[in-house]
């Protein structure tokens, strides 16, 4: 008995707080996905890590003995000073010293990556003009991508996706919710291919140091907005029609955003998806749901007693008009 009563009270404590529950769930299951990318990411690159250091190592020490007339400290001096370039995005190589950073298209390729906050960080402001106004664009520019985009995408999604959708629906007869299961799924097998699949494959052949794999690798981070920056087109020695490949990249990387964002949105808006978020929503407080019963019935109320006034007044206006015989003039009648 006592065994039966604790285990009702234990089944209702976990449905009262099934949402805290859930939540709580969630974000211990996003903490280990965090723990287990960081043993993977460790686990794979250490030892790549390591390599490549006792490479440089050795480099480093032959290059010392093969120029005795060098010190190890001047050495380091002039490597500092080349990877502090670096990371502004000037290359003291031969092989690189005609490609500039901060021409038209490039800064135009640089201003989309900010506003898009994918931030690929080969290119960076050098002066602090140009750190201050980074900081302002970014401030304006960054919600202003959003509204932009937002607005793209709901104008998009009602053509892409509810349309289509509600038309097998009422036309075909089809389940609503199957149709647009099917639907997201073609629709997001239709945006891999052609924005991941084929412009890695074009990647592959413009770029001269660029596989498939590191192609695609580039397509996912670039519209995810991870931007890691390891790989930019574009930025290869004698890179054929620079400019208007620059261009191309930049009109690539609003299109595909745009894409993502669709896709996103119509997997969003699937019905099992609406009711598995809604397990990690707080539910609404039983007094202000009262609240909110008691005015909505207030306003029902008053609207009822309104409507039925109203009818009333439009009864009588509708009734036929039938004129009351006076007194007088029934004795006169009868006095005729």
């Known amino acids: 008995m006592l065994q039966s009563l604790a285990s009702s009270s234990c089944v209702r404590l976990v449905e009262q707080h099934r949402s805290a529950w859930c939540f709580a769930l969630l974000v211990l299951g996003y903490l280990l996905y965090l723990v287990f990318g960081a043993v993977v990411f460790s686990s794979v690159e250490l030892p790549y890590e390591d390599l490549l250091r006792q490479e440089l190592g050795k480099l480093k020490q032959r290059f010392l003995e093969e120029h005795a007339c060098l010190s190890e400290q001047q050495l380091e001096q002039f490597l500092i000073r080349v990877l502090e370039a670096s990371n502004y995005g000037v290359s003291v190589l031969s092989n690189a010293s005609g490609n500039w950073n901060w021409d038209f298209t490039s800064s135009l390729f640089f ?153 996103l949105e119509t997997f969003c808006e699937l019905h099992e998806l609406k009711k598995f978020r809604k397990l990690f929503y707080v539910k609404k407080d039983k007094e202000e749901d009262q609240v909110h019963i008691m005015e909505h019935d207030q306003l029902s109320f008053s609207s009822i007693s309104d409507q039925a006034a109203s009818m009333k007044d439009d009864q009588k206006a509708n009734e036929p008009f039938v004129t009351s015989q006076s007194p007088t003039s029934n004795d006169s009648s009868l006095n005729n």
């Open 111 to 263: 201003a989309s990556t900010v506003l898009s906050t994918t931030g690929y960080g080969h290119t960076v402001p050098l002066s602090d003009g140009g750190k201050a106004f980074c900081v302002i664009y970014s401030v304006i520019g960054i919600p202003f991508t959003l509204l932009f985009l937002t607005a793209v995408v709901q104008r998009i999604i009602v053509y892409v996706t509810r349309r289509p959708v509600l038309y097998f629906h009422i036309r075909w007869g089809f389940s609503k919710q199957v149709v647009a299961i099917i639907h997201a799924i073609v629709l997001g097998f239709i945006t891999v291919s052609f924005f991941f699949l084929i412009p890695a494959a074009i990647f592959s052949v413009l770029e001269d140091n660029w596989n498939f794999l590191e192609s695609f690798y580039f397509c996912f981070i670039s519209l995810s907005t991870i931007g890691l920056g390891d790989y930019v087109p574009g930025e290869g020695y004698n890179q054929k029609f620079r400019e208007l490949y620059k261009i191309g990249i930049t009109c690539y990387l609003l299109l595909g955003l745009i894409a993502m964002l669709v896709v």
